[in-house]
């Protein structure tokens, strides 16, 4: 049967997409997407979703998988191709989950218990194999994140010099409406719907929320807002890291280094909504728990097999 990608590409350098104008698009495609699945001819969908994909680099007999073989593992666990038999996937599934934690790349090697007959890899996560089997893989891991979402409120010089560096630094810009599911939100008006744009971020619990003004005039702005002083505390004005900044661009500049640096030390937003893992009590291999993943009460298996041996012993 033939199979077929579809990509969604936004043009490099164009111009600011409503959020309006964003929602149309996302219910364009969920339409088509629903259209695919009700032809039965669905595979899975990725692109907005967060992923990791999964090649085999290296395999020594006897091992199910070669070189070359690929899967594209999915957040909620989920895994679409081939990198091996159970044991594997189990341990790519866990190990997958770890780099989109991480924002990145992984070596993994899964080798059999005695791992004398193999060469070092500093750097790499090692997990042992149970399996029978007595193969050993090694899978390059990489983490395939969505653009992050920036915010921009207002049309003024700085707002377009924030929006112009943010897309140089690979966010995704949205222009003044519903910035839910935005990583960071700049208010740039200097004067005009400020309380608006404001309220509306705060409402949406963005992570990092900023408002270009003077530490006086971005005062007056709050006091005039009846915040609360969590909200309040929510706030960043002046906006960035003081680095006497006077033009619009390293005003920019100052902005995009805050935004970074909070980031970065808080790790991908996607870190929090990853499913739980458990370790197999039989084989002690790490597993993601999803609504296939075999258990008993709060104890859940690599496999079917695992959950059988210690039903067993339980008797």
């Not at 936004?10 to 088509?32: I, K, L, N, P, W």
């Not at 003044?176 to 599911?181: I, K, L, Q, T, V």
């Not at 004005?237 to 680095?243: E, K, L, V």
């Not at 002690?284 to 999803?290: E, L, N, Q, R, Y």
Request: aromatic letters at 6%; one cysteine or more.
């Amino acid at each position: 049967m033939k199979q077929y990608l579809l990509a969604v590409y936004s043009a490099e350098g164009g111009q600011d997409v409503s959020a309006e104008e964003m929602q149309r698009a996302y219910q364009a495609v969920d339409d088509f997407n629903s259209e695919v699945q009700a032809a039965g001819a669905w595979v899975f969908a990725g692109g907005l979703h967060p992923s990791s994909t999964a090649t085999v680099v290296r395999a020594q007999e006897p091992t199910s998988a070669r070189p070359g073989d690929d899967a594209v593992i999915l957040a909620d666990g989920s895994i679409e191709g081939f990198v091996g038999g159970v044991c594997a996937e189990s341990s790519v599934r866990a190990a997958s989950l770890d780099t989109l934690a991480s924002g990145e790349p992984l070596l993994l090697r899964v080798l059999p218990p005695s791992t004398d007959d193999f060469p070092a890899a500093p750097g790499a996560l090692v997990v042992v194999n149970p399996c029978h089997s007595g193969g050993a893989l090694e899978i390059f891991l990489r983490p395939v994140l969505p653009r992050p979402l920036f915010g921009v409120a207002g049309q003024t010089p700085i707002a377009r010099a924030v929006a112009d560096l943010a897309r140089f630094l690979e966010f995704e810009v949205v222009s003044d409406g519903d910035y839910a599911g935005a990583d960071a939100v700049v208010v740039a008006g200097l004067g005009r719907d400020e309380e608006a744009a404001l309220r509306g971020a705060l409402n949406a619990r963005i992570g990092y929320l900023a408002l270009v003004a003077s530490r006086k005039r971005g005062a007056a702005v709050l006091d005039g807002m009846d915040l609360s002083d969590e909200e309040r505390a929510r706030v960043h004005t002046p906006a960035g890291i003081d680095i006497g900044a006077r033009t619009p661009q390293e005003i920019a500049l100052s902005i995009l280094a805050e935004v970074i640096q909070g980031r970065r030390t808080a790790g991908p937003a996607v870190a929090d909504e990853l499913p739980k893992q458990a370790v197999d009590p039989v084989c002690g291999m790490t597993v993601v728990i999803g609504l296939d993943t075999p258990h008993t009460g709060d104890q859940w298996f690599c496999c079917q097999g695992c959950l059988d041996t210690f039903l067993a012993a339980a008797r």
